[in-house]
């Protein structure tokens, strides 16, 4: 039977992809931890974005609604999202994502140490990975994007209620709510590194 949703019978490979992935971030975390006893994430979050909401996401770009621009264009639809702990620990795990050798980031997005106006902070990659399967434009090894989130446990608690408030209609005293939200990501931001500090002086004692 002919495909007919917008990954064009692609959808298996980036099953695939998104599962060599996470087995990959687990092995090298456990390795982590047999080698120094520090789990450097908590969770660990990966799907494929539906069709649906990637033919939703390309209409609402104004892109067309094809495979092409699905795998090639929208670069998200295999996304995955790491919360860790501790900052250090975020990018304990970018640099292990950076050594994977059949990948290459395409870019990368610094909003811990540069955050959003809004208060917003994670660390956001966006890496091609060569793949043994081929791709949508006939390349044979594929390429395919993998989107990678990385944050604090304190970002991914901010960014969640940010995210309701935002995607909800008719919310009584929205500036007082913005103000209140970029109020608490300036003070989680301050916890964050004020208990890096202590886990820093806990190891060093």
Not at 60 to 76: E, F, S, V
Not at 165 to 188: G, P, S, T
Request: charged share 30%; proline share 3%.
């Amino acid at each position: 039977m002919e495909n007919t949703d917008i990954y064009g019978g692609y959808l298996p490979v980036l099953e695939n992809i998104k599962s060599t992935f996470e087995q990959r971030i687990i092995g090298y975390t456990d390795e982590e931890y047999k080698r120094s006893g520090v789990k450097i994430y908590e969770h660990l979050i990966a799907r494929v974005k539906s069709p649906e909401s990637m033919e939703e996401k390309c209409l609402r770009k104004g892109y067309p609604q094809n495979t092409h621009t699905a795998l090639k264009i929208m670069r998200d639809s295999i996304g995955l999202r790491i919360v860790c702990s501790f900052i250090d620990d975020v990018y304990a795990n970018i640099e292990k994502i950076k050594a994977f050798p059949d990948c290459r980031v395409v870019e990368e997005k610094d909003y811990i140490k540069h955050a959003k106006p809004n208060g917003y902070r994670s660390y956001h990659m966006i890496l091609e990975y060569t793949a043994p399967q081929a791709d949508c434009d006939g390349n044979d090894p594929g390429k395919y994007f993998v989107e990678i989130q990385l944050r604090t446990i304190a970002m991914d608690s901010w960014a969640s209620l940010e995210h309701k408030m935002k995607y909800k209609k008719n919310v009584a005293n929205q500036k007082l709510i913005v103000a209140e939200l970029k109020r608490c990501a300036d003070e989680l931001a301050s916890c964050d590194l004020a208990m890096a500090t202590i886990r820093e002086l806990i190891e060093n004692s």
